[in-house]
């Protein structure tokens, strides 16, 4: 069936970098967009999402970018910190509309930030 | 306020035992939804609640996998006949029921099936 993947399982960044973290997906219905990040033993933690309609969208310290004509996603951390160390996942929302949806998850990308 | 709650955080049992997990919402939360995590993997979406009612249950595997949320608040997940294979973090996430809202996840429940 049609997900959501990553291109690198693995990111070692050096603290005060930026970091990149790049997400495909193939459902082309697709509406709704999210980051999250995951710390060892906890839940998935909201960072910052975006809607088709948009390319671009603006936070703390993240930006995320949607190219829909590549169906690719990416979440970019500006000026790295040791607290940014975790396991980030891109997920999906197949469907538009009212009502809420589960989310399609991608693999994850373990961002390692070295001191 | 408490974020969502799930217990217990851990369980161990054995092949072919019966176990249910509990998961509390956010309150207000009209939207629940369970999703299992495998190692090294994504959340994988089970099931979601809207009030009471199982809005989508798509995601359950087989017959064995059954939510209930019977006052629209509190959560179980059953599992009945565990096979290893079902041996994942079972996640529960909340939220306020509105497409596109924020889910909210709880710590998760790491099930171990021997």
């Known amino acids: 069936g049609e997900s959501v993947g990553l291109h690198l399982p693995t990111l070692s960044v050096q603290e005060g970098d930026n970091s990149i973290i790049n997400c495909a997906y193939s459902n082309s219905a697709s509406d709704y967009f999210i980051w999250y990040k995951q710390e060892s033993g906890k839940g998935p933690q909201f960072i910052i999402d975006?809607?088709?309609?948009?390319d671009k969208r603006q936070g703390q310290r993240v930006t995320v970018l949607l190219n829909k004509t590549v169906k690719h996603l990416s979440l970019q951390i500006a000026a790295t910190q040791p607290g940014d160390s975790a396991v980030y996942f891109c997920?999906?929302?197949?469907?538009?509309?009212?009502?809420?949806?589960?989310?399609?998850f991608g693999k994850g990308t373990h961002l390692i930030i070295q001191p | 306020g408490a974020g969502v709650s799930q217990t217990p955080s851990n369980k161990v049992t054995e092949k072919g035992k019966y176990v249910e997990l509990r998961c509390d919402p956010i309150s207000g939360h009209t939207a629940l939804y369970w999703y299992r995590q495998s190692l090294g993997q994504g959340p994988e979406f089970l099931i979601y609640f809207q009030g009471t009612g199982a809005a989508d249950d798509s995601g359950l595997p087989n017959d064995r996998f059954f939510a209930v949320r019977p006052e629209g608040s509190v959560s179980t997940l059953k599992i009945q006949r565990t096979e290893r294979g079902d041996s994942a973090v079972y996640l529960c996430?909340?939220?306020?029921?509105?497409?596109?809202?924020?889910?909210?996840f709880g710590p998760g429940t790491r099930l171990t099936v021997l």
């Open positions: 975006i809607r088709s309609n948009m």
């Open positions: 997920a999906e929302t197949p469907h538009s509309g009212g009502g809420a949806d589960g989310l399609t």
């Open positions: 996430a909340s939220s306020w029921g509105l497409a596109g809202d924020e889910q909210f």
